[in-house]
């Protein structure tokens, strides 16, 4: 699969050029000795590696290995403002030549964000295959209590070691496996995005996105008879693969849509208190709602006369979105009309032909599985597949609120906008 990385950086028949930033991604017993090699290769002299509580082991492992400093966050500690400015303290008085992070998603995004601070380079070390970001570009923060995601930087390069993510807890391996099943309704809602309104879209990346899940997909049918590291092994491939789409793409479209939308309106703390959710889980429980709202639109057949009517006026309304945003309407507004008025959501750019309702339900058909399906493979994988699970409001009330408001969190536009939207004709 990273061979198909490497042919669409080289040339893809979308016309578009994809950088990548990243350019190492090591799965293998011995990525601790590539990474020594890499460092050496770099020139680099005074390493030092951020990791937490729980991965303090492992980066002993690492300091065995190369001479390096060490700074280690509370085991629970999230990306805030205040362990980055104290990771920050470390790395002021340290002055290392290249950042390690050695964890899971938390510890990477406080190492990124430090690293494009203090414009150093880091390097992933990802001890469990639980989400897509290790090698992505963007910083998903809690800063000052609120959720948002930093423009950052991408790891140069990626090491990491079968042997120390299969040992991670099993809830974070699935967790990372809700993250790449996620990608079916991300892609679907890319392709509905092209249909309506002529969005870009690269097929390739498409592709790379498909070959991931189909992987991971066997690799979970197959799980007992290959066993728990090989299947860890296919895990965070999938999730490397995905994060560096993201790279390729310049942006999250192949790895976020509806699903992620649900994640981060839960994250919002909206409708709901508290969540107990790893970012995996929420979206595992996000792409089981929307595939079900998804199946019954299409099931009841799509209303183009609403879709056609569609006021973007009526939608970016502070009177509709207010009550439910509250303090973040501001942002939420401005988020949703980049250009300034209602006249440039992604809204607005919807046109309909007479092919629209086919073409709409030829990529449902070859992209969704039916949600019968999703739902056996999130459980054969060990996510949550209801909101319960995971601390939310059980009633399926409070699942038709989330689907009618998670498409706000972003202009993105997802089939669950477009059937929002009509709805408020
Ligand atoms: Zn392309
Ligand atoms: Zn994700």
Not at 169 to 193: E, N
Not at 236 to 256: D, V
Not at 390 to 398: E, M, N, Q, R, V
Request: hydrophobic fraction near 40%; include cysteine; glycine fraction near 6%.
């Amino acid at each position: 699969m990273f061979e198909h990385v490497v042919k669409i950086m080289q040339s893809c028949p979308c016309g578009r050029r994809h950088g990548l930033l990243t350019e190492e991604c090591v799965v293998s017993r011995d990525a601790l000795l590539r990474m020594k090699e890499y460092i050496e290769k770099k020139g680099w002299s005074r390493p030092a590696v951020v990791a937490d509580e729980n991965t303090r082991v492992f980066a002993q492992a690492i300091l065995e290995k190369i001479p390096a400093s060490l700074t280690v966050v509370a085991g629970n500690a999230h990306a805030t403002e205040v362990w980055c400015a104290k990771v920050g303290a470390f790395v002021d008085e340290e002055k290392p030549d290249v950042l390690i992070a050695c964890g899971s998603g938390s510890v990477h995004d406080i190492t990124r964000y430090v690293a494009c601070e203090k414009t150093l380079p880091f390097l992933s070390y990802p001890t469990a295959a639980s989400v897509d970001g290790f090698v992505s570009g963007v910083a998903a923060m809690t800063w000052h209590g609120q959720k948002l995601t930093f423009p950052s930087v991408p790891p140069l390069a990626a090491f990491a070691d079968p042997e120390v993510f299969s040992s991670a807890p099993a809830r974070l391996t699935a967790s990372g496996v809700g993250d790449v099943l996620g990608k079916y309704t991300s892609l679907f809602d890319w392709r509905v995005g092209q249909i309506l309104t002529g969005e870009y879209l690269c097929e390739e990346l498409c592709a790379l996105e498909t070959e991931a899940i189909d992987e991971l997909k066997e690799a979970l049918e197959r799980r007992a008879e290959i066993g728990e590291t090989a299947y860890c092994e296919k895990v965070m491939n999938a999730l490397l693969i995905s994060g560096l789409a993201i790279q390729l793409s310049g942006n999250s479209r192949p790895a976020s849509g509806a699903e992620h939308h649900m994640s981060h309106l839960w994250e919002m703390h909206r409708l709901n208190e508290t969540n107990d959710g790893l970012h995996g889980e929420q979206v595992a429980v996000g792409l089981l709602c929307v595939t079900r709202r998804y199946e019954e639109a299409l099931r009841c057949g799509l209303d183009y006369e609403k879709i056609a009517a569609i006021d973007p006026e009526r939608v970016m309304d502070r009177a509709y979105l207010e009550p439910v945003f509250r303090d973040l309407t501001d942002g939420i507004l401005k988020e949703n009309m980049p250009g300034g008025v209602p006249a440039s959501s992604s809204l607005a750019k919807i046109v309909l032909t007479d092919d629209t309702d086919r073409r709409i339900r030829e990529a449902a058909a070859k992209i969704l599985p039916a949600s019968e399906e999703t739902e056996r493979l999130l459980k054969l994988a060990g996510t949550p597949v209801t909101t319960a699970e995971i601390g939310l409001d059980p009633s399926p009330a409070f699942t038709a609120r989330s689907l009618r408001f998670a498409p706000y969190v972003r202009d993105r536009l997802t089939l669950l906008k477009v059937l929002d939207a009509a709805e408020l004709v």
